[in-house]
């Protein structure tokens, strides 16, 4: 198996955690939730020559995919989303509105995400979570093979969890969705929020009071 790259920006005034995930051997990409600061992320592409060829997100709030447009037309890659979340991508102008920000239109969809679909790029691969409850549509990604870390956008927190109260949104389905879908992978894996540290599976277990 190659080496899996992994590189992290941090973009927009919500500090959104921008991940590209590369294959070390092919240098083809994915990029986890474009949120803000193209030039920041194009930067971040070509430091690591890579190619993109999913851009994905992990749900469609504006701290997440506001940059989607301006990456693709720069660097192309297809634009990827669960199809729950695809009035609020669709709306982007209005989150903005609603925040007091301007945001122009977001492109298309052009691949609809299912919960345990698997995402090839190199020879890396990942595998789709369905974790609805911060919004409809939430997904995590989770990488197959070497350590399994998993990408929870704002599902999953380091010892806390997603806001429930925002389009969509449903506390009781958020809880349920960790515990049965995440809370089930082994201790030791890794976890990359959508926003903040990092965290493990077990330590969440153990410490995160709003699942004890
Ligand atoms: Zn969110
Ligand atoms: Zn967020």
């Known amino acids: 198996m190659s080496e899996l790259i992994q590189q992290t920006a941090v973009v927009g005034p919500l500090q959104c955690n921008c991940t590209l995930l590369a294959c070390g051997k092919t240098r083809e990409a994915v990029l986890i939730d474009p949120g803000e600061e193209a030039p920041k992320i194009l930067a971040m592409l ?36 669960h199809r729950a979340d695809n009035d609020l991508f669709r709306n982007l ?33 990942l595998r789709v979570i369905h974790t609805p409850g911060h919004s409809p549509g939430s997904i995590c990604f989770e990488v197959q093979g070497s350590d399994g ?33 995440l809370l089930t992978l082994d201790g030791d894996v890794p976890v990359f929020p959508g926003h903040g540290p990092k965290t493990t599976i077990g330590f969440e277990k153990t410490s995160n009071p709003f699942l004890l």
């Open 46 to 81: 070509q430091e690591q020559g890579v190619k993109v060829k999913y851009l994905l997100h992990t749900h469609a709030h504006f701290d997440h995919i506001a940059a989607t447009g301006a990456v693709q037309a720069q660097a192309g890659g297809t634009v990827c989303l």
């Open 93 to 125: 102008p209005l989150q903005g509105r609603l925040f007091g920000m301007q945001f122009g239109e977001t492109p298309e969809v052009q691949k609809f995400l299912e919960h345990e679909e698997e995402l090839e790029f190199g020879e890396q691969k």
């Open 149 to 181: 870390r998993v990408f929870s956008g704002d599902t999953l927190f380091r010892q806390s969890v997603g806001r429930a109260d925002l389009w969509g949104g449903d506390g009781r389905q958020l809880i349920s969705s960790i515990r049965e879908r």
